[in-house]
């Protein structure tokens, strides 16, 4: 009697026991695939960040008193709206983040170099559509001979062999020329830059000019040393080697992106600007900027010598 319990009690036990590895292989294999998860279908989110990216000018320096060399690059950019790019954003095919470059600015300013006063931006915005940037590239590697700028996935080359023109001079280090007459002004003249591929304005448009054509600025500071109103009405450059002459472009061109043509703006006090001229130099040679400067203020012609 005792052994019938105990078998049938076996037999229960054995039954519950198939029972539940039977629902455990149900759940495991059979009801996933009669039940299958559904996944989510993937959301495609458009790119809004892709902007158009290109390389208008450069200019390579490779200074001896640095431990680096670097590019300033003017690039275009272009968006569906306006400009609002962090620095963060621009990579540098050595490693380099251009958001993260205060080494190498701090250096150039134990040299009193500040890439600020020579058109550096490190603020990548604009209101505008299409603008135009220059950018600080430190090149870790002297010896490189290219390198590649990258917008998150837009790159742009670089030939590091070309264009190798900086000088000390050209970023901030300068003789300060300057023409008085010692009772009504002063210009003080402290640079000279190549500011081609920068939007020309005339009459407040847009002025289209060639291709060919290569745009100069002369940075100026002008003083009245008596406290009347004098303006710059006419500039012209004249260059030592070859005594070619430019003629400044007139006051009807107001400004380009970044600086503003001295030209008929008047003062009392003082005010900065920029004298521009144009040339045709479609091989792109190397321009100097030795020669004589001569500015017309308030009817009277006074040239001073300048070596920049």
């Known amino acids: 009697m005792r052994d019938k319990k105990t078998r049938s009690l076996i037999v229960t036990l054995v039954v519950i026991v198939f029972v539940l590895m039977m629902s455990l292989v149900y759940f495991l294999f059979f009801n996933d695939k009669e039940n299958p998860e559904i996944p989510d279908d993937p959301i495609v989110i458009p790119n809004e960040d892709i902007v158009d990216y290109d390389l208008v000018n450069y ?3 490779d200074l001896n008193e640095l431990s680096f060399k670097f590019v300033l690059v003017d690039v275009r950019i272009k968006d569906k709206e306006a400009i609002n790019i962090s620095l963060s954003e621009f990579t540098t095919s050595d490693g380099t983040n251009l958001n993260f470059v205060s080494d190498e600015i701090s250096e150039l ?5 500040f890439l600020g ?30 390198i590649d700028l990258f917008l998150n996935d837009s790159k742009i080359t670089i030939d590091l062999t070309k264009n190798i023109t900086g000088t000390a001079i050209k970023i901030g280090i300068s003789h300060n020329e300057n023409i008085t007459d010692d009772e009504t002004f002063r210009i003080f003249v402290s640079a000279a830059i ?4 920068e939007a020309l304005y005339q ?12 745009l100069m600025a002369f940075k100026l500071v002008l003083e009245s040393l008596n406290e009347e109103m004098i303006m710059i009405e006419e500039a012209e450059y004249v260059t030592e080697k070859n005594s070619d002459t430019f003629i400044a472009l007139d006051g009807t061109y107001t400004k380009t992106e970044k600086r503003i043509n001295i030209i008929n703006i008047e003062t009392d006090d ?18 100097t900027y030795s020669g004589i400067l001569r500015v017309k203020i308030n009817g009277k012609w006074s040239s001073v010598a300048i070596k920049l």
């Open 59 to 61: 200019e390579v320096y």
């Open 109 to 113: 300013a134990d040299f009193s170099v």
């Open 117 to 146: 006063k020579v058109g550096v931006d490190f603020d990548i915005e604009s209101n505008d559509k299409s603008a135009l940037f220059t950018l600080f590239v430190p090149i870790k590697n002297r010896s490189e001979k290219e």
């Open 194 to 197: 190549d500011i081609t591929g």
């Open 203 to 214: 009459n407040n448009e847009i002025s289209t000019y060639p291709s060919t054509a290569q």
């Open 270 to 287: 003082r005010a900065e600007g920029y004298l521009f001229f144009m040339t045709l130099n479609p091989e792109r040679e190397k321009m």
